[in-house]
């Protein structure tokens, strides 16, 4: 698998890998408790952001060493009508374990830039470049089952529940659920 050609360009945004003025860009989205209620990670900080910032630098590809590709999600010109910093989340494509076809893909998005279809059409030019262009066999996504906007998100992509798993992950001080969904090549040839 070769480079990628960046920052991809959707219809109303941009997706671009990360530079070190990210960490203020993300802080204030990151370290809001709503944003980080699903995640595993608690609120950031400041220091947690430069740390964080830093390590999503160089996941620049799958092909790379790092072997992920770490977008954030700006708006494209010509779309202000956001509240503040242009920079609206995240969206990462990681490579599962020692295999070469398989990956994960995880989302976040200022809540500010919520419903408007933003992380969707973001994970849809994500999910195209995972199978277009990396060739992947599976997709897959996880995450708390009460994150129902997360799980919405999944099934609006065409990704396809595939386990609930009971009270799996120790997080934040109990026991939880998690949902998996997945996508396969072979799902998107029949679309
Ligand atoms: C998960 C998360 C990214 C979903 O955000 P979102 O705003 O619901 O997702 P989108 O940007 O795709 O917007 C979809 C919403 O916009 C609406 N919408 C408006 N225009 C749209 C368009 N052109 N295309 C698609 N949806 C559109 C949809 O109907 C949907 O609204 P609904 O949920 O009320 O039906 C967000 O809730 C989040 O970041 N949560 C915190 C972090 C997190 O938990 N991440 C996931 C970890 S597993």
């Given at each position: 698998m070769g480079p990628l050609s960046l920052p991809l360009i959707t219809e109303r945004l941009r997706l671009r890998t990360y530079r070190e003025s990210d960490a203020d860009a993300h802080l204030p989205i990151l370290s809001r408790e709503d944003v980080s209620r699903f995640l595993l990670n608690d609120p950031w900080t400041a220091e947690v952001a430069r740390t964080e910032i830093a390590k999503r630098?160089?996941?620049?590809?799958?092909?790379?060493?790092?072997r992920a590709l770490a977008l954030v999600i700006e708006t494209a010109d010509?779309?202000?009508?956001?509240?503040?910093?242009?920079?609206l989340g995240d969206i990462a494509l990681w490579l599962d374990g020692?295999?070469?076809?398989k990956a994960e893909i995880g989302w976040i998005l200022d809540p500010a830039a919520g419903g408007h279809g933003f992380a969707t059409e973001a994970a849809t030019a994500v999910l195209n470049v995972a199978f277009d262009h990396y060739d992947l066999h599976r997709v897959f996504a996880q995450m708390d089952a009460r994150n129902t906007a997360s799980v919405k998100m999944a099934a609006r992509l065409?990704?396809?529940?595939?386990a609930h798993l009971r009270r799996d992950w120790w997080s934040k001080g109990e026991w939880t659920d998690t949902v998996i969904f997945g996508m396969l090549s072979s799902d998107r040839q029949r679309t």
């Open positions: 630098i160089p996941r620049t590809g799958l092909e790379t060493e790092s010509g779309l202000d009508a956001i509240e503040g910093s242009r920079v020692e295999s070469e076809r065409g990704m396809r529940q595939e």
